[in-house]
């Protein structure tokens, strides 16, 4: 197969992962100078513009950077319909170790990339980038948000995320056991990045028996400074007894290989699209009788918090919108069990039906 024929096949797969997804559209940004290797994905502006965080990431290929920026767009839309934002889904990735490769040329790359599409994409932060990379951005372009607090911003998003949570948690709780309560209730944590050492903080106050996992060390050691945790192998986490499993890393950890092995009634955690497949994995925690609180509805808080931005900013009414994530955590979860479908399922109903109300009016204007 010649160049040009591999390359016309290669946009032909793209295009048709962006139909099977239902992608509105994707841009492919690179830049030799920084060594900027980026992918921004818009997925659906029926709401409004596509909002979602920027991750920097060491991927093992283009292919599952991609691929990854793809779920996350998708999981963008859905999150901010259910959240009850005029808001779209988007999200963009950096392909690069953020330890080593992020450099102020490099993201100010990114920012001018980012304002070429004229505020149909806004990007915040996510995994690998924090509100001084969102400063470096805001150089090139308005269309940021997640800015520290001294710049009129919100800062970090992490404390309304790991709040929502929290409440999803509880909300989940409450759906099986009749109490939210957690005193006594044995969590794994997968991740002790800021939304997880966040929600930890909720969880020990609320003198849960916490359990710890990370790839890296030295935010554990950051952890266990703070919080009276007990430090488990990563590799390990799958199997221990516990009473909820709340990943709070990256994705996909709900698969063919985990599922089998889990021991517990609950997931509920932070990270997004845990679920490798929704249909499948859904359906298969149903069968394990575990009971699975959708990612992108109980870690809408993040989202909810950077909105805020765009109106005025204030951490006390970010907070208490993110409140509401209890109840329709509650209300996804009954109308799963009715239904006879996962609550995955039942979430993404919930979202789509307002997607799809604001589309017939968009029509009549």
Same mark, same amino acid.
């Given at each position: ?29 690179q830049d030799e100078a920084t ?46 319909? +259910? =959240?009850?934002?005029?808001? &779209? ?5 950096? #392909? %690069?170790?953020?330890? *080593? ?85 044995? +969590? =794994?944590?997968?991740?002790? &990045? ?5 929600? #930890? %903080?909720?969880?020990? *106050? ?86 699975? =609180? ?11 918090n950077v909105y805020g931005e ?56």
């Amino acid at each position: 197969m010649d160049t040009a024929t591999k390359t016309a096949t290669e946009i032909t797969g793209v295009l048709t992962d962006m139909n099977r997804m239902g992608h509105e559209q994707v841009v492919f940004c690179q830049d030799e100078a920084t060594g900027l290797k980026s992918i921004i994905g818009i997925h659906n502006t029926v709401l409004g513009p596509a909002l979602g965080g920027t991750r920097m990431w060491h991927y093992n290929s283009e292919a599952e950077a991609l691929e990854d920026v793809l779920r996350l767009s998708r999981g963008m839309t859905f999150k901010s319909a +259910i =959240a009850g934002l005029n808001l &779209g889904g988007g999200k963009a990735v950096i #392909i %690069g170790d953020s330890r *080593k490769q992020k450099s102020e040329a490099l993201l100010r790359r990114f920012g001018k990339f980012v304002e070429s599409l004229g505020g149909k994409y806004i990007t915040a932060e996510d995994v690998g980038m924090g509100t001084r990379d969102m400063e470096y951005i805001h150089m090139e372009t308005t269309h940021v948000t997640g800015l520290p607090e001294y710049m009129g911003g919100s800062g970090d998003p992490s404390p309304v995320t790991a709040y929502g949570v929290y409440m999803g948690i509880k909300a989940t709780a409450k759906y099986l056991w009749g109490s939210d309560s957690l005193k006594g209730k044995k +969590i =794994a944590v997968q991740g002790t &990045g800021h939304v997880g050492q966040y929600l #930890i %903080g909720h969880l020990v *106050k609320e003198e849960a028996q916490v359990m710890v996992a990370d790839i890296f060390e030295d935010r554990l050691k950051e952890c266990i400074e703070q919080y009276p945790v007990e430090v488990v192998d990563a590799n390990n986490i799958y199997d221990l007894e516990m009473d909820i499993y709340a990943p709070c890393a990256l994705g996909g950890t709900l698969n063919d290989n985990t599922i089998p092995r889990l021991k517990c009634a609950i997931v509920a955690g932070g990270a997004n699209n845990q679920l490798k497949n929704e249909l499948v994995h859904g359906r298969q925690l149903i069968e394990r009788n575990i009971v699975y =609180a959708p990612d992108f509805l109980i870690n809408s808080g993040g989202i909810i918090n950077v909105y805020g931005e765009l109106s005025g900013y204030d951490r006390k009414t970010a907070m208490q919108k993110a409140e509401f994530i209890y109840e329709v955590t509650r209300e996804v979860l009954n109308s799963a069990s009715i239904q006879g479908i996962t609550s995955q399922e039942a979430a993404m109903q919930f979202a789509q039906n307002r997607i799809n109300a604001i589309a017939k009016i968009n029509q009549t204007r």
